[in-house]
Each structure stands twice: as structure tokens, then as C-alpha cells.
């Protein structure tokens, strides 16, 4: 199968339009901070949510408008979380009202979304005033200002575009996605939106989505923080005309696999933009007893904030990493565990059959003062594997994070 980038985000399908604006509830006039997506046709959708016990009302409104397994749009604001308020679901449903009156839809076709500061009441005249204007933007263009309404304190744009053949039609998925901080999905502050012309049933694209989550964006650590608003949506209205997806099968795995190339993309920008980050970290666990093992192993040095510090120092601690390991929730044999790090100035092993071995702590520091490190870890008990991917904890991480309300 070929898979080719394309321009567009979630525009590059058939029939999607996209706008962003400012609509007030981000305190500088040129912060865009009012998105919204829009197909021209009926669409069949899914969604995977935050298991934080404490969900933001965005998230309750989107899972009682998805029950049918349809939407038509998405309308999503940056400033403001919409979480722990007492007038929570009657603001998030207010802003599907909105949007909906403008698109002519009902409002149980319409996804809603929000990201920033917990606890703050949304002033939703704010937004219902906007939105005349919201959906008169909506272009094919509009793509990348509904990208730069999500962000919070993002410092990297997260969008995608893929074309890729199924039968005799030619496919895309868009992607655009936001997160910097807060970043420990168990789904699913992360929020994804992805959009497809595929025509594929509501159940079938539910379970692909479940299971290209599980392996990219759960799979992300930025600080072990699970937010109270992390939603991965995506709309499939079939303007590619394939012929419907309705079940396991050839066309599903092509779907799957370009579903996943577009998410791993989404997961690895996410974790390179982390608060502070000056390195993305990508942990690769092999040879382990079965899959499930290599997940929670791979996501537990990914999350180690000993292990995340001496990165961000250049420090070859390998030390941190096995006691990660350790005190994982899972059964190895550490008498067979081999370390290295792994960038493009190089690679370095560092302990074998779970032991340190002789190595240049200065080839070792050239090594971890490049952008991109990969840990690999082979346990030779297995044929199971797993990559998580994270980043290091800088000092900046502190001040972003202690001035987050100002």
C-alpha cells in the first residue's frame, strides 16, 4: 500500500471545510481560539475520551450526540476548559446549538470540544456571538487557522494529510491535534481531529480508532498528568466512494494502517511539543513475553521523572531506566535486559543482561545532545514489542506550568 502526504489537514478530504477565529476567550486579540470543522455530508463518527474520572462536560454532551454513531461537525474553543463548572453540559450544549443553527443542522450532528485553564466559567455569549462569523470563514483552506484555534501553550503545529488507494479510489485522512501539557492519555490537555472520506460504518471506524489509540496517542507521556478533556474524534463522510467498509477485511487493514500512520505522527509531534521540552524520547521495548508486557514497560521509563531529568542533562543514567522497568506492573527477567541509546550522532549500549557494561560517557553525551533519542530495550524473553514516546523535563517545565493561569 501507498501512503502519500498531502496538503490540506482536515481539509484534504472530499468535502470537508475547516475555519478558526477569535472569538475572546484567549486574552491577546491575534490568539485564534474558536475552531470549527464541518463536512458537507452526513458523516459517520467516533470518538475515544479521557478515563479521568473527573470529564470535562465538552466530553459528556459529545458522548450523548456520537450514541447514534453520526455528527457533521466539530466546534471547539482554546481558553478555557469547560470542566468542573456547574453550568458545564448547559454551555457545551449551548455552543452545539450555536453551531448547528448556523450550518442548519440539529444539534445532536455537532462535536464539541474545549481546551485550558479547569474551573473557570466559559462565557458562552462569547462564543454563540462568534459563531455567524465562525461559519462564514469556513473554507477548504481552513485547516490550518482550526489548528491554531486549539492550541493552548503548543509551541509546534500539529497537522497531517495522507492519501493512500483502496480498490480502485483514492482515500485521505486529516489530522490536526493540540498538546504541550497535561499529557498522559488514558483514552483516550490532548484533543485529536481527524477527518476521512472513506466510506466505513460507524462500528468499524469505532474500532479502528480504539485500536490505533492504544498503540499512539496512549502511548504518549508528557508529565503523567491524565486531563479531564483528552477526545480523539474522527468523521468519515464516503466522498471517496470505496465501496463500504462494514467489515474485517482487506480495505479495513489499508484503512487501519493509514489511520495509523496519521495518529503516530500526531503522538510524536505531541510529545516533542511537551511544556519545556527540548527532546523528544521514543522508547522501544522488544523481545518481550507478549505485547501488553512491552506497552507498560515502554511507558514506564517514558514516564520516569528521574529518567526524564537526565535526558534533558545529556546524562547516560542508564541506572534509570531499569529501576523504571522494576517497578513496572509487569513480569521480566532482568538478568537478560540490554540498554542503548540511539540518535543520529550515534549509539551506545549501556548495560547487558542487566548489568552495566564499559562504555564513553563522552561518545554517550554526544549521543543524548541530540533532538531525537531512541531508548531501546531488548529482553530476549518474547516476541512481544511496544514504542511509547516523551520527552525530557526541563526547567522550563516548572515555569510554564507555576504561571499557567496569568
Not at 482554546?78 to 457545551?92: F, K, L, Q, T, Y
Not at 483514492?170 to 483516550?188: L, V, Y
Not at 523481545?287 to 511507558?299: Q, S
Request: proline content about 4%.
Amino acid at each position: 500500500m501507498s501512503i502519500k502526504p498531502e496538503s490540506g489537514g482536515v481539509c484534504a478530504p472530499q468535502g470537508f471545510l475547516a475555519a478558526g477565529i477569535h472569538c475572546g476567550l484567549a486574552k491577546k486579540a491575534e490568539k485564534k481560539d474558536l475552531a470549527l470543522i464541518y463536512s458537507k455530508v452526513p458523516c459517520a463518527a467516533a470518538a475515544v475520551y479521557t478515563k479521568n474520572k473527573v470529564k470535562a462536560a465538552p466530553l459528556e454532551v459529545t458522548r450523548q450526540h456520537l450514541a447514534d454513531g453520526k455528527a457533521q461537525a466539530i466546534i471547539c474553543n482554546s481558553g478555557n476548559a469547560n470542566a468542573c463548572n456547574a453550568d458545564g453540559v448547559e454551555v457545551a450544549t449551548r455552543m452545539c446549538k450555536a453551531a448547528a443553527k448556523a450550518l442548519k443542522l440539529f444539534p445532536e450532528d455537532v462535536v464539541v470540544a474545549s481546551t485550558g485553564v479547569i474551573g473557570q466559567p466559559l462565557p458562552v455569549k462569547l462564543v454563540e456571538d462568534a459563531v455567524p462569523h465562525l461559519s462564514a470563514a469556513l473554507s477548504q483552506q481552513g485547516s490550518a487557522d482550526a489548528k491554531a484555534a486549539i492550541m493552548t501553550t503548543d509551541l509546534l503545529e500539529k497537522e497531517i494529510a495522507v492519501s493512500f488507494p483502496i480498490g480502485n479510489k483514492i482515500c485521505k485522512i486529516g489530522g490536526i491535534a493540540k498538546g504541550s501539557g497535561m499529557i498522559h492519555p488514558n483514552m483516550g490537555t490532548m484533543l485529536a481531529f481527524l477527518t476521512t472520506d472513506v466510506e466505513i460504518s460507524p462500528a468499524m471506524l469505532q474500532q479502528a480508532l480504539n485500536t490505533v489509540v492504544a498503540n499512539t496517542f496512549n502511548m504518549v507521556s508528557v508529565d503523567g498528568d491524565t486531563s479531564t478533556n483528552d477526545m480523539a474524534v474522527i468523521l468519515a463522510n464516503g466522498l471517496a466512494k470505496n465501496a463500504p467498509i462494514t467489515g474485517p477485511g482487506e480495505a479495513y487493514d489499508t484503512f487501519l494502517k493509514a489511520l495509523t500512520h496519521i495518529c503516530i505522527y500526531l503522538a510524536r509531534m505531541i510529545a516533542k511539543d511537551g511544556e519545556g521540552a527540548t527532546k523528544l524520547l521514543e522508547c522501544m521495548v522488544s523481545g518481550a513475553p507478549d505485547e501488553a508486557t512491552a506497552k507498560v514497560l515502554a511507558k514506564s521509563v517514558i514516564c520516569s521523572n528521574l529518567f526524564k531529568a537526565a535526558m534533558f542533562g545529556a546524562d547516560a543514567n542508564w541506572g534509570r531506566v531499569l529501576c523504571a522497568l522494576g517497578y513496572a506492573d509487569a513480569d521480566f527477567d532482568v538478568s537478560k535486559v540490554k540498554v542503548s541509546f540511539v540518535s543520529p550522532a550515534g549509539s551506545v549500549t549501556v548495560c547487558e543482561n542487566g548489568v552495566g557494561v564499559p562504555f564513553s560517557e563522552e561518545e554517550a553525551k554526544k549521543v543524548l545532545l541530540e533532538s531525537e533519542i531512541e531508548i531501546q530495550i531488548e529482553l530476549f524473553q518474547g516476541e512481544g514489542c511496544a514504542v511509547a514516546w516523551g520527552c525530557d523535563l526541563s526547567y522550563d517545565y516548572v515555569r510554564i506550568n507555576g504561571d499557567y493561569r496569568s
